[in-house]
Protein backbone atom coordinates (compact mmCIF):
# COMPACT_ATOMS: atom_id res chain seq x y z
CA UNK A 1 0.00 0.00 0.00
CA UNK A 2 1.50 3.61 -0.83
CA UNK A 3 0.75 6.68 0.80
CA UNK A 4 0.94 10.18 -0.53
CA UNK A 5 -0.09 13.47 1.04
CA UNK A 6 -0.43 16.73 -0.79
CA UNK A 7 0.07 19.92 1.28
CA UNK A 8 -2.00 22.81 -0.70
CA UNK A 9 -0.24 25.95 1.42
CA UNK A 10 -0.44 27.80 -1.33
CA UNK A 11 -4.41 27.07 -1.43
CA UNK A 12 -4.49 26.62 -4.93
CA UNK A 13 -7.47 23.70 -4.61
CA UNK A 14 -7.36 22.39 -8.76
CA UNK A 15 -5.12 19.04 -8.21
CA UNK A 16 -7.87 16.49 -7.52
CA UNK A 17 -6.55 14.75 -10.87
CA UNK A 18 -3.08 14.37 -9.57
CA UNK A 19 -4.35 11.49 -7.28
CA UNK A 20 -4.86 9.24 -10.80
CA UNK A 21 -1.88 10.55 -12.38
CA UNK A 22 0.32 9.45 -9.06
CA UNK A 23 -1.60 6.08 -8.46
CA UNK A 24 -0.57 5.22 -12.43
CA UNK A 25 3.09 6.31 -12.09
CA UNK A 26 3.41 4.20 -8.95
CA UNK A 27 1.81 1.16 -9.98
CA UNK A 28 3.96 1.39 -13.55
CA UNK A 29 7.32 1.82 -11.59
CA UNK A 30 5.91 -1.66 -9.42
CA UNK A 31 6.08 0.45 -6.22
CA UNK A 32 4.79 -0.50 -3.22
CA UNK A 33 4.49 0.55 0.29
CA UNK A 34 6.15 3.85 -0.47
CA UNK A 35 5.28 7.24 1.14
CA UNK A 36 5.90 10.69 0.42
CA UNK A 37 5.00 14.57 0.71
CA UNK A 38 3.90 16.72 -1.94
CA UNK A 39 3.74 20.49 -1.27
CA UNK A 40 2.30 23.05 -3.25
CA UNK A 41 3.28 26.27 -2.30
CA UNK A 42 4.98 29.75 -3.38
CA UNK A 43 7.95 31.41 -4.99
CA UNK A 44 9.76 32.23 -1.79
CA UNK A 45 9.33 29.47 0.55
CA UNK A 46 11.20 27.35 -2.59
CA UNK A 47 13.54 30.01 -3.27
CA UNK A 48 14.45 29.99 0.84
CA UNK A 49 14.46 25.79 0.73
CA UNK A 50 16.81 26.00 -2.33
CA UNK A 51 19.08 28.49 -0.63
CA UNK A 52 18.81 27.03 2.60
CA UNK A 53 19.79 23.52 0.91
CA UNK A 54 22.05 23.91 -2.38
CA UNK A 55 23.09 26.99 -1.67
CA UNK A 56 21.01 28.36 -4.93
CA UNK A 57 19.79 32.05 -3.95
CA UNK A 58 16.55 31.92 -6.23
CA UNK A 59 13.58 30.30 -7.26
CA UNK A 60 12.85 26.96 -8.83
CA UNK A 61 9.95 24.99 -10.11
CA UNK A 62 10.21 21.90 -8.05
CA UNK A 63 12.78 20.80 -5.52
CA UNK A 64 12.96 17.07 -4.29
CA UNK A 65 14.13 16.12 -0.91
CA UNK A 66 14.83 12.85 -0.70
CA UNK A 67 14.64 10.61 3.06
CA UNK A 68 17.19 7.59 2.46
CA UNK A 69 19.02 7.89 -1.41
CA UNK A 70 17.86 4.95 -2.37
CA UNK A 71 19.18 2.89 1.47
CA UNK A 72 16.33 0.56 1.89
CA UNK A 73 15.34 0.45 5.55
CA UNK A 74 13.69 -2.51 6.61
CA UNK A 75 10.72 -0.78 7.52
CA UNK A 76 7.09 -1.96 6.81
CA UNK A 77 6.98 1.47 5.00
CA UNK A 78 9.67 2.93 2.54
CA UNK A 79 9.76 7.00 3.58
CA UNK A 80 10.40 8.70 0.15
CA UNK A 81 10.66 12.02 0.80
CA UNK A 82 8.96 15.63 0.20
CA UNK A 83 8.14 17.32 -3.23
CA UNK A 84 7.90 20.84 -3.08
CA UNK A 85 6.46 22.65 -6.21
CA UNK A 86 6.23 26.40 -6.36
CA UNK A 87 2.76 27.22 -8.15
CA UNK A 88 3.25 30.28 -9.45
CA UNK A 89 6.50 28.95 -11.31
CA UNK A 90 4.24 25.91 -12.36
CA UNK A 91 1.77 28.53 -13.80
CA UNK A 92 4.81 30.72 -15.20
CA UNK A 93 5.89 27.51 -17.35
CA UNK A 94 2.84 26.72 -18.27
CA UNK A 95 2.17 29.76 -20.33
CA UNK A 96 5.86 29.65 -21.62
CA UNK A 97 5.93 26.13 -22.57
CA UNK A 98 1.73 26.08 -23.61
CA UNK A 99 1.03 23.00 -21.65
CA UNK A 100 -1.64 24.43 -19.52
CA UNK A 101 -1.71 23.88 -15.59
CA UNK A 102 -2.74 20.63 -15.42
CA UNK A 103 0.02 19.01 -17.91
CA UNK A 104 2.98 21.22 -16.17
CA UNK A 105 1.93 20.35 -12.60
CA UNK A 106 1.56 16.77 -13.57
CA UNK A 107 5.12 16.81 -15.28
CA UNK A 108 6.48 18.74 -11.85
CA UNK A 109 5.10 15.45 -9.47
CA UNK A 110 6.84 13.00 -12.08
CA UNK A 111 10.34 15.34 -11.77
CA UNK A 112 10.06 15.37 -8.46
CA UNK A 113 8.88 11.48 -7.58
CA UNK A 114 11.77 10.27 -10.09
CA UNK A 115 14.35 12.70 -8.32
CA UNK A 116 13.27 10.94 -4.54
CA UNK A 117 13.77 7.23 -5.92
CA UNK A 118 17.50 8.21 -7.57
CA UNK A 119 17.45 9.46 -11.02
CA UNK A 120 18.79 12.82 -12.26
CA UNK A 121 19.68 15.16 -14.86
CA UNK A 122 23.40 15.76 -14.08
CA UNK A 123 24.88 14.67 -17.42
CA UNK A 124 23.41 14.08 -21.08
CA UNK A 125 23.09 9.99 -20.55
CA UNK A 126 21.16 10.36 -16.95
CA UNK A 127 19.33 13.03 -18.65
CA UNK A 128 17.84 10.78 -21.52
CA UNK A 129 16.97 7.88 -18.87
CA UNK A 130 14.84 10.57 -16.73
CA UNK A 131 13.07 12.32 -19.96
CA UNK A 132 12.07 8.79 -21.29
CA UNK A 133 10.40 7.31 -18.09
CA UNK A 134 9.08 10.50 -17.38
CA UNK A 135 7.45 10.27 -20.77
CA UNK A 136 6.11 7.27 -20.57
CA UNK A 137 4.89 8.18 -16.95
CA UNK A 138 2.99 11.34 -18.50
CA UNK A 139 1.31 9.32 -21.22
Known amino acids: MNEYFIEDKYNYQDYQYLYEIIDNAL ?3 KLNNVSFS ?3 TDNQEV ?5 KY ?3 DKTTDV ?4 LNDQKRINLPINLLGDI ?18 KRELSFLIIHGLLHLLGYDHLNEEDEKIMISIQKELLE
Not at 63 to 66: C, E, H, K, T, V
Not at 86 to 99: C, D, F, L
Request: aromatic share 8%.
Open 27 to 29: DKL
Open 38 to 40: IIL
Open 47 to 51: KDLNN
Open 54 to 56: RGI
Open 63 to 66: LSFA
Open 84 to 101: YISIPKMKEQAINYKTGE
